[in-house]
């Protein structure tokens, strides 16, 4: 099964500068429980951006250079041949190019949607049509008065 997670604003912002926008504990506490124990899966810029490891997760980075020390692919192809159509959960954890990417093969999205936006936003998450997913509700928190909300998209079966 291929995942992505992700944190939006509300203009699918990613990222500037490659690095996060937004830093939320909540958020971060969120992701490291949603993925844990789980293959993650992520850009080179991505890779080199992370402040530090991911414990108890195994990290594959998309690259088309080698990496010292970490599980590298040159391509896409290889995860999605791995986890298609799988009961193991794989992580896409983008940036912006990677989302997109694996946008068409991804089951589920756990979205975290900020209601905030940044007009110096560099990275966006792709545009999706949201009539082809279910949407549930997860959580909610807030952090500098900012509100966001958890979501899981389900991919509609046709
Ligand atoms: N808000 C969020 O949830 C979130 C999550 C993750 C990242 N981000 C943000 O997103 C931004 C980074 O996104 P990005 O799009 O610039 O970079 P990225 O997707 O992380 O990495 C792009 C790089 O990955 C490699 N790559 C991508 N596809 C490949 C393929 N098919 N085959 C081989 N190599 C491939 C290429 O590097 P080489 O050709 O050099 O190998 C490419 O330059 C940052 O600002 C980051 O903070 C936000």
Partial sequence: MISMISSVGR?????????????????????????????????LNTYKSLPGDLPGRHIIVVSNDLIDGVDTVNGIEPIIEKYQNTEEEVFICGGASIYKQFLPYADKLYLTEIDDEDDEADTFFPEFDKNEWNKTFIEESSQNNINFKMYLYERKII
């Avoid at 912002?13 to 899966?41: A, C, P, Q, R, Y």
């Fill in 11 to 43: 203009n699918r912002e990613l990222g500037k500068n490659n690095s996060l926008i937004w830093h939320f504990k909540e958020d971060m506490k969120f992701f490291k429980e949603t993925t844990m124990g789980h293959t993650v899966v992520m850009g």
